[in-house]
């Protein structure tokens, strides 16, 4: 079993940047698909970016491609999530989640494990 623990969310100003991050507990973090979600108020969660086991494999949504990296450090047991120029509309609780196998996938459903969630709030 894998728990899952965001940080770094927090109240930025439109055009600034946050670096994420989800430790992972478990022996078996590099063998799971890890990726990044986000869910607005009122709005369904919307897959954000995924990174596969070896990180040599990345998926971004549109809305945010170019914008976003992400990375992971198995040796930490830990995926980040970098965001730059951000925008209002990224404002949401930004989740983690994994799930076994080497595909990126952009379904929620698909996804073993979750976080709690951390809060990004964009000013403008």
């Known amino acids: 079993q894998v728990q899952l623990v965001e940080s770094g969310g927090g109240l930025v100003q439109a055009g600034g940047s946050l670096r994420l991050s989800c430790a992972a507990s478990g022996p078996t973090f590099r063998s799971y698909t890890m990726a990044w979600f986000r869910q607005a108020p009122g709005k369904e969660r919307e897959f954000v970016g995924g990174?596969?086991?070896?990180?040599?494999?990345?998926a971004y949504a549109d809305s945010v491609k170019g914008r976003i990296t992400i990375s992971r450090d198995n040796a930490k047991n830990t995926v980040y999530l970098q965001m730059n120029t951000l925008k209002p509309e990224d404002t949401a609780i930004y989740y983690c989640?994994?799930?076994?196998?080497?595909?990126?996938?952009?379904?929620?459903?698909?996804?073993?494990?979750w976080g709690q969630g951390t809060q990004v709030t964009v000013s403008s």
């Open positions: 989640a994994a799930r076994p196998g080497i595909a990126v996938v952009p379904t929620p459903l698909e996804y073993m494990y």
């Open positions: 990174i596969s086991w070896s990180g040599g494999i990345t």
